[in-house]
């Protein structure tokens, strides 16, 4: 199913079409979510009625909202289901099309490269350094290396789609 919003496009997948691994990934992201959802109500409860909110609420939620970024992510390339933007397209023909796909692909893959070493740097330096969160002393450098695992399940699924683009040239 296709939906047009102005110029921008949005494709939704079949849910039965899913692999396990986007089932882990989405139905993590899902759980990540209402945790963040149910840590906020919470605290935002304690904090008016009895003047008492949850302590670390918002340190959690940064810790929480990393995993819900780079869970989707893998499962956003492979389907394809981020916004584009189609301004463009009825300007160029078939080919031009298909080769500019295959540039932004490759453009994204070479991101996303740079993203995962970036990210197990920053894990190797946080981890040498033993540098905790504020004010739960919880490690910062397991998130850094989660992050970037999950940045490279995202150029797999980049890669694949090089892949497909290049046949389709």
Do not use: N
């Not at 979510?33 to 003047?51: E, I, K, P, Q, S």
């Not at 390339?77 to 080769?99: A, N, P, Y």
């Amino acid at each position: 199913m296709t939906a047009v919003l102005g110029v921008t496009r949005v494709t939704a997948v079949p849910e039965g079409s899913r692999s396990l691994l986007d089932r882990i990934l989405l139905g993590l992201a899902s759980v990540v979510m209402f945790l963040m959802m149910a840590l906020t109500f919470v605290d935002v409860l304690g904090r008016y009625l009895v003047r008492s909110p949850v302590p670390g609420t918002f340190e959690m939620i940064q810790f929480l909202l990393p995993w819900l970024v780079f869970a989707v992510l893998p499962v956003i390339t492979k389907d394809e289901t981020h916004i584009t933007v189609s301004v463009l397209d009825g300007v160029f023909s078939e080919r031009v099309r298909r080769i500019q796909s295959l540039a932004i692909q490759v453009f994204s893959a070479a991101v996303i490269v740079l993203v995962c070493v970036a990210l197990w740097r920053q894990g190797s330096v946080l981890s040498a350094g033993r540098y905790v969160s504020g004010y739960m002393a919880w490690p910062l450098a397991p998130m850094a290396y989660a992050m970037s695992t999950l940045c490279f399940l995202t150029l797999l699924a980049q890669l694949a789609k090089i892949r497909m683009a290049w046949r389709k040239r």
